[in-house]
């Protein structure tokens, strides 16, 4: 049982960014629901909320620098809108924008219809798709007749849809698509940290294809992506947003997070486990130590650092080799403004992705202003261009003008835009992309049950564990808040 009985539960939550908010929120609805007092301090070096959400509102436009949306099927984040009271400020992508584009030998091919994570779902379209060969086609079919494989170890992304369904599919529909979430290399990126679901697919129905299209027609049986209180139009979406930006989730949770402790702007840079044997019954199980030099008591720790800070936080205590095998990836995006009357072309779909093959700087590039219609003026256009990835890194610490010429002049190759931009932002996200290699999930699910028994409190989570996206960081920092909960009252079992 908890010591200090009849006082406020300490919780220290380390890290700003979605994750720590989350934990944050959690922990306090967590407390509330056992009838006790929780008293919360966050800490984060950076001297804003929220991580690498950031939303700039300039002329009009609304401009994602970070994350820009999330997948309506992850309820988390739809839930913690509810709790939040802004469910009703959720918007859908553009319907009339559904089209997707794959950039192969410079010129701009549809992605054929039934194309799921990258995985041809209807025969017929992707036969007749420009983006393969006959002998690319032939071999993707191959999976219809192609064993399961019995191995249920991890193994790479890459490795297994090369297995399944040819290098080609793998090299230039499956990589652009799936590893723009990741900006990694499907060689070396865990299947079962990543896309767990192809694996099932295979084993379930024996044919990755064959999976995939019993889980779309799944799919297609529950009326929409949302839950049925959300607005049809926002149901009906894929992606979402919140009309104001990402940004509007970070206020909401700093207004409901008013009571919480902040200390912004310094580091968690150790902490201490108390022995309450020799240091005395009334010591706080935890001590954390921050750059200002204060510490802080704590009867519970969450960390929601990146894995190399949450390592060195952990090193003292425990082995950390699971966290040190996360490498991240460097990343920005270049976003530009213009004059429509000035611009030439009107999209009919939401961007293109690109292979590694094609040479160019940029990796994908959102029509934002077609993609989702609250963020640009009506007379005006918005793209936003991404660059970096898991080999390529260079580009991204390019001066800011070898950096906009380099992308300007992909878009006029790819596009034949020529126009002037009214203005560019653009940002660089260093280290911000984590890299699940195989086995991850084994290995920190290891440091997860280590760290409950010796340390009961101390959780650590985040984009570095189980998932990039908004809502699996969301329900990881739920899950952490119940975690450290059952950890102190010694309730797992």
Not at 108 to 124: F, N
Not at 209 to 232: D, F, Q
Not at 334 to 357: C, L, T, W
């Amino acid at each position: 049982m908890m010591r200090r009985e009849g006082l406020p539960d300490r919780f220290v939550v380390i890290g700003g960014g979605i994750s720590g908010l989350s934990s944050a929120f959690y922990l306090l609805w967590e407390a509330h629901l056992r009838g006790r007092a929780a008293v919360v301090t966050l800490v984060d070096p950076s001297e804003r909320l929220g991580g690498k959400i950031n939303t700039l509102k300039r002329d009009g436009f609304v401009i994602e620098k970070g994350p820009d949306s999330f997948l309506a099927r992850k309820t988390p984040i739809i839930d913690l809108a509810r709790d939040l009271g802004i469910a009703h400020e959720l918007v859908g992508t553009n319907p009339a924008a559904k089209k997707t584009y794959i950039l192969h030998k410079g010129k701009l091919h549809a992605m054929p219809p039934g194309l799921v994570l990258g995985i041809p779902t209807e025969i017929a379209p992707f036969a007749k798709s420009s983006l393969l060969s006959w002998g690319g086609k032939l071999r993707a079919f191959m999976d219809f007749l192609k064993p399961a494989s019995k191995d249920t170890d991890d193994e790479s992304l890459g490795d297994f849809l090369t297995r399944r369904l040819g290098p080609e599919v793998m090299e230039r529909v499956a990589e652009p698509l799936l590893a723009g979430i990741y900006a990694g290399d499907l060689r070396k990126l865990s299947l079962q940290a990543t896309f767990p679901q192809f694996k099932e697919a295979e084993r379930k129905h024996g044919s990755l294809i064959r999976g995939m299209r019993a889980n779309k027609r799944k799919a297609g049986a529950v009326p929409s992506a949302g839950p049925s209180s959300l607005p049809a139009a926002v149901r009906s979406s894929v992606f979402m947003t919140f009309r104001g930006g990402l940004a509007t989730m970070i206020d909401a949770l700093n207004e409901a997070l008013v009571d919480v402790d902040r200390r912004l702007g310094v580091k968690a840079v150790a902490f201490r486990q108390n022995d309450p044997m020799t240091d005395g019954e009334d010591v706080a199980p935890y001590e954390v130590l921050l750059s200002s030099g204060e510490v802080l008591d704590a009867d519970g720790i969450v960390i929601t650092a990146p894995a190399f800070d949450a390592a060195d936080l952990l090193e003292p205590h425990i082995n950390v080799d699971a966290l040190r095998a996360v490498q991240y990836v460097s990343v920005a995006n270049v976003v530009m403004a213009f004059d429509k009357k000035n611009f030439g072309i009107d999209f009919d779909g939401s961007g293109f992705v690109v292979p590694r093959s094609e040479g160019t700087t940029i990796t994908a590039c959102t029509w934002t202003s077609a993609k989702w219609l609250h963020s640009s003026p009506s007379n005006k256009v918005l793209l936003r261009c991404y660059v970096g990835r898991s080999g390529d890194e260079e580009v991204v610490d390019l001066p800011d003008d070898q950096l906009t010429e380099a992308v300007r002049k992909d878009i006029r190759d790819v596009m034949g835009i020529t126009a002037t931009p009214l203005f560019t932002e653009i940002t660089r996200l260093h280290k911000s992309m984590p890299q699940y290699p195989v086995g991850h999930l084994q290995e920190t699910a290891k440091l997860r049950t280590k760290l409950r028994s010796e340390m009961p409190g101390v959780w650590v989570t985040g984009a570095a564990f189980d998932g990039v996206g908004l809502p699996d960081c969301i329900r990881q920092g739920k899950e952490a808040a119940v975690g450290v909960y059952k950890s102190l009252f010694g309730e797992f079992k």
